[in-house]
């Protein structure tokens, strides 16, 4: 079984940032794909971002250029670098391992965290 716990969600105004991180329990971290969702109060949930265990990265077209997404194998922790954070940036936010497939598909992904709060005022 594989836990994964989000931290690093808050309040924030317009044009901040934050950092999410997510840690991953077990000894198998690098060797999967792992990725972040968001979902905001009546709305499905949607691809943000995802890293391969290459370092290859993939965005959503609404945060290309303002979030980044990394990991670090040694600490079994993805993180989400969120800068110029706007209003419809808020949302839970959720990492995900990734069981094959697409990168953008919530249905390719087989373990999810609680999810961590972002609340970005206006």
């Known amino acids: 079984q594989v836990q994964l716990v989000e931290s690093g969600g808050g309040l924030v105004q317009a044009g901040g940032s934050l950092r999410l991180s997510c840690v991953a329990s077990g000894r198998t971290f690098s060797s999967y794909g792992m990725g972040w969702f968001r979902q905001a109060p009546g709305k499905e949930r949607e691809f943000v971002a995802a890293i391969w265990t290459s370092g290859s990265t993939y965005y959503a077209d609404s945060v290309k250029g303002r979030f980044t997404v990394s990991r670090d194998n040694t600490k079994n922790t993805v993180y989400l670098q969120m800068n110029s954070l706007k209003p419809e940036d808020t949302a839970v936010y959720y990492c995900?391992?990734?069981?094959?497939?697409?990168?953008?598909?919530?249905?390719?992904?087989?373990?999810w965290g609680q999810g961590t709060q972002v609340i970005v005022s206006s």
């Open positions: 995900a391992r990734r069981n094959g497939g697409d990168a953008r598909d919530s249905n390719d992904y087989d373990y």
